[in-house]
């Protein structure tokens, strides 16, 4: 164990005073990256190195690779094998670029060691998971990637930034797998500009000092499986779009807050185990969210969740195939719009009242 801490610290070292004078390495034809005829001027990457694999080139890991930028040109592969790609800068001025317009493989890792976030650029597929032991990912305006595998955390500080999207504006990022914390370090999402769908689950944990996750979307966050908070007062605040296809659940002291003019689409249950609160009208952060509307759009049957705030500001029911029932009393400060092929049923535990207009359109029942 101490021989590796060794020799993890020299290779630490040595990146360290190579992100002070990193130097491009551009790709001169197709081969193995450890192979200086694989690249111009017949010098392979050293530690800490920025790499371009141009057009037309596959460039295959036969060791570890260690660089700060990573740029992949459209037609352009870049193939881990069994191999990692470590993305690394100890330098707080030096913030990483992965632009990737060409294509990615696994099984290999790319594994973020950076003490700052790691931007993301391209329109490319990354075809393998990403391992976050510090700061995660920022989408660029100039993003546009595919991410077939895994967001997921190594061990590290807590509370670290995963996701975010604040610079300039638009970028858009789909993950076609899991982002996953580990419940001792939790983090942190933040959505001012970007559309992210994530097709698969999304679990926060809190941290093993007290304190929970946290997710902000001030744009568009899709999700379509699962999405869990964990504990320590974990919460999503809600100030643009929102989809969960799945079920949301928390662990007791966590929330869900809709501000004013946001939207969101629960596909599955909400807070079923009475785990999290649901704030629909009254934000505890920023008092008044009316005007605001919450879709219950299931392809099963789904019980209508009793907000924290007792109220309603708009509520949609658009489930398929499928009955939502209100098992308590539930007060709509706005409208309720119950969509074809949709029903919503009040079972004799329940009431409701609707302040404002009450649609019930062609083929709903209500």
């Not at 305006?141 to 190594?154: H, R, V």
């Not at 029911?317 to 209100?326: E, F, R």
Request: aromatic fraction near 8%; charged fraction near 10%.
């Amino acid at each position: 164990m101490k021989k590796t801490l060794t020799i993890l610290s020299i290779l630490l070292a040595v990146c360290f005073q190579n992100s002070l004078y990193a130097l491009v390495r551009t790709s001169a034809q197709s081969g193995f990256y450890s192979v200086g005829s694989t690249w111009v001027g017949g010098v392979a990457p050293g530690p800490g190195d920025d790499i371009v694999i141009a057009s037309g080139h596959t460039v295959t890991l036969d060791v570890n690779a260690v660089v700060i930028d990573i740029t992949i040109q459209s037609g352009a592969i870049l193939d881990n094998g069994t191999y990692n790609v470590v993305g690394y800068s100890v330098n707080p001025g030096i913030i990483p670029l992965y632009a990737n317009d060409g294509t990615h493989n696994g099984p290999g890792k790319f594994i973020l060691t950076s003490q700052g976030r790691t931007q993301l650029s391209g329109t490319g597929t990354t075809n393998c998971n990403i391992e976050m032991l510090s700061y995660g990912l920022e989408i660029l305006s100039t993003c546009n990637l595919t991410i077939n595998g895994d967001l997921q955390q190594g061990i590290g500080s807590e509370s670290p930034t995963i996701l975010e999207a604040s610079q300039g504006g638009g970028g858009n990022l789909i993950i076609n797998g899991n982002i996953i914390t580990i419940p001792s370090r939790g983090g942190s999402i933040l959505n001012n500009t970007g559309t992210i769908n994530v097709n698969g689950n999304i679990s926060l944990g809190g941290t093993a000092s007290g304190s929970g996750s946290v997710l902000e979307n001030h744009a568009t966050f899709n999700i379509s499986g699962d999405f869990h908070l964990g504990p320590w007062s974990s919460y999503v605040e809600n100030f643009g779009n929102m989809n969960v296809g799945g079920d949301l659940s928390g662990e007791y002291d966590t929330y869900f807050v809709q501000e004013a003019n946001s939207s969101v689409k629960f596909g599955g249950s909400v807070f079923a185990l009475d785990d999290g609160y649901l704030f629909a009208s009254e934000s505890p952060l920023l008092g008044s969210s009316v005007p605001n509307t919450i879709e219950y759009n299931g392809v099963s049957a789904q019980n209508i969740a009793f907000p924290a705030d007792m109220a309603y500001s708009n509520l949609v029911i658009s489930n398929i195939n499928a009955v939502a029932t209100l098992a308590i009393a539930i007060d709509v400060l706005g409208d309720l719009n119950i969509k074809p092929g949709s029903a919503l049923t009040v079972d004799a535990s329940g009431s409701l009242s609707v302040a404002g207009v009450f649609t019930i359109e062609s083929d709903a029942t209500g």
